[in-house]
């Protein structure tokens, strides 16, 4: 009887330990096709800023203002005192501040 409720719990904890790896299979293989996603909303690095190509489709606004992309930029906004402390972005994307508010992706070929 002891035998059987040990390959009981064996074989449930083995299910168990199954189901966990393919979990995190499952996982990486999301995470790896979140990043192909997110790649792909990216805008090359040759574009001309301004232009439909020029647009970060992961955060709704031109690449090359992206400051969640390239934090590098901020200064140039806090300079412009066009900066968002509370949201951590300019207050010129700001839509949390400003809910009416429409960052539009220039049409193709501009």
Same mark, same amino acid.
């Given at each position: 009887?002891?035998? +059987?409720?040990?390959?009981? +719990?064996?074989?449930? *904890?083995? /299910?168990? !330990?199954? !189901? $966990? /790896?393919t979990? *995190? #299979? ?8 979140? !990043? *192909?996603?997110?790649?792909? /909303?990216?805008?090359?690095?040759? +574009? ?7 647009w970060c489709?992961?955060?709704? +606004?031109? %690449? ?7 934090? $590098? ?7 412009? #005192?066009?900066?968002c402390? %509370? ?8 839509t #949390?501040?400003?809910?009416d ?10």
């Amino acid at each position: 009887m002891r035998f +059987v409720v040990l390959a009981l +719990v064996s074989s449930i *904890t083995l /299910a168990c !330990s199954g !189901s $966990d /790896a393919t979990t *995190t #299979k499952g996982s990486a293989s999301a995470k790896a096709e979140s !990043s *192909t996603t997110s790649a792909a /909303a990216h805008a090359p690095k040759d +574009v001309k800023p301004g232009s439909h190509e020029d647009w970060c489709g992961e955060h709704g +606004v031109p %690449e090359s203002q992206c400051t969640k992309c390239n934090p $590098d930029l901020i200064p140039a906004f806090k300079a412009t #005192k066009d900066w968002c402390e %509370e949201h951590n972005l300019p207050e010129s994307q700001c839509t #949390k501040c400003n809910p009416d508010l429409k960052i539009v992706r220039p049409p193709k070929g501009s």
